[in-house]
DNA sequence: TTGCGATGCGAACACTGTACGCAGCTGCGT
DNA sequence: ACGCAGCTGCGTACAGTGTTCGCATCGCAA
């Protein structure tokens, strides 16, 4: 062989082929198919287009993940790390729990909003996986409201995360149909109106919604959003504190 | 043709053929792949299997329903129409607006449970679909909490409304993935104990709550589901109650 | 009777997830 | 040093998907 021949620069060459292109590993095709959802929806990923992305072939991919709905479960739980919880020494003094409450809520919108394809993917699968980091961050949750002293915990927190399962679910699939337009939130809110205040003539209580939403939502539809969603979880944790003993 | 030779059996003949086969129009294939939906799940329909149900070809669906998409929107608003809603004068008194309101909130759920792709479909779609029944149910909604004198009837239902998905969707996958396995739902869940104490090893909490949990659970799973629905509906209700002026 | 618009459909296209069997590399036991 | 075993990647192939297109057919209007 010519390596042979002259073995010390082709040797270095040779080592440096492999090395950045990562060998494909199962963490290495999880990350990339997380890129990917993020860049370009649910429906955007299939097996081919990401070996593509990997340089490597559709079919190598079936030797680290054995399907591809395997492979969603990995991806979720993978983002699953990202929400976090407050520890549980937060909630110990008496309102401490209600601060950490409400930063553990939004930390689970914020991943929502990031990874805007997590809730369709909970909409088919549920919450019924079991992988470490989403174990982790149910164990973190009841120590939180344990520490609160809520005398069912697990309710307190099926609650809370349902309400904020619901809303993050919707405004997750609002903000991907405003991606899919291609116009800015304002624009797409403004173009759909003629249709929704078509849509919704002889509704007496819907047409005035409506024309006072306009008006706000074209201006700041962000800070709409953001107030929505703190009033829904201040009436759940008024609703929850209710439940506390003293 | 023979027909002009004996034309009366023949004609009463050919005329039957026609109405027990309502010709394939819009409601129909609606209709009929609500049926498949509520029978084998979201991934089971397609449109050969759905033509084939209809005695029709696969494409001729397409003169009557512009793509799968719309017709997924149409099953939806389809299946809003079984959503029941309050009149706004049960919110008048001064706790009518509450019965009502779990009345409003344990349809949704019946509903939900009752088609279970429809969480699914939400979570892609969200609710930007703008159907004339699930107008008409935002309109009932929008009356009862102005009635029941809500200062913002829109953000109620806004709180109310995403705990109710959050929970159903949460739900209705779950009981998905129970139907899949073919076992009841006691049976899934006792099979499924030894993989998820496993999961929840280290995690005082977590084998804490799944011990409690198991026991109660496989006795009577329905009612434990009840329960829960009916536990974070009251907080959320209580929640919204503080808004109330007077 | 002659059209004509609406309706159904067979074939085809581009794609999907995945099973299978073959190639090559790597590292081990001898 | 050698050979072998197993792991990894991949080309091919299959069954199935949503959707387009052009052709046939049918009922009704003129």
Do not use: C
């Not at 060459?13 to 990917?36: C, F, H, K, Y």
């Not at 619901?166 to 903000?175: R, Y």
């Not at 007496?204 to 201006?219: C, E, I, N, Q, S």
């Amino acid at each position: 062989m010519a390596a042979k021949a002259n073995p010390v620069p082709s040797v270095w060459a040779r080592q440096q082929s492999a090395p950045d292109q990562p060998a494909l590993s199962r963490t290495a095709i999880v990350r990339e198919a997380i890129v990917m959802l993020d860049a370009d929806g649910i429906e955007a990923l299939s097996m081919r287009k990401l070996g593509a992305r990997l340089n490597a072939g559709a079919t190598s991919l079936y030797r680290h993940v054995a399907t591809k709905d395997e492979l969603m479960e990995l991806a979720v739980d993978e983002v699953a790390a990202e929400i976090t919880v407050p520890p549980a020494e937060a909630a110990r003094g008496g309102a401490g729990w209600r601060a950490a409450a409400t930063e553990a809520a939004e930390s689970f919108r914020a991943t929502a909003l990031r990874h805007p394809w997590l809730s369709a993917v909970l909409g088919q699968a549920g919450l019924a996986y079991l992988g470490p980091n989403l174990m982790a961050y149910s164990e973190r949750l009841a120590a939180l409201f344990t520490a609160a002293g809520f005398p069912e915990p697990s309710r307190a927190i099926d609650t809370l995360l349902s309400y904020a399962i619901g809303m993050s679910t919707t405004e997750a699939a609002w903000l991907t149909t405003v991606a899919r337009s291609g116009e800015t939130e304002a624009d797409f809110i403004a173009s759909l109106m003629p249709a929704a205040q078509q849509a919704a003539a002889g509704h007496d209580h819907l047409t005035d919604a409506y024309a006072d939403a306009a008006v706000h939502a074209v201006l700041d539809p962000v800070a709409i959003r953001d107030a929505k969603f703190t009033y829904g979880l201040d009436v759940v944790l008024d609703g929850l504190a209710m439940r506390l003993p003293d």
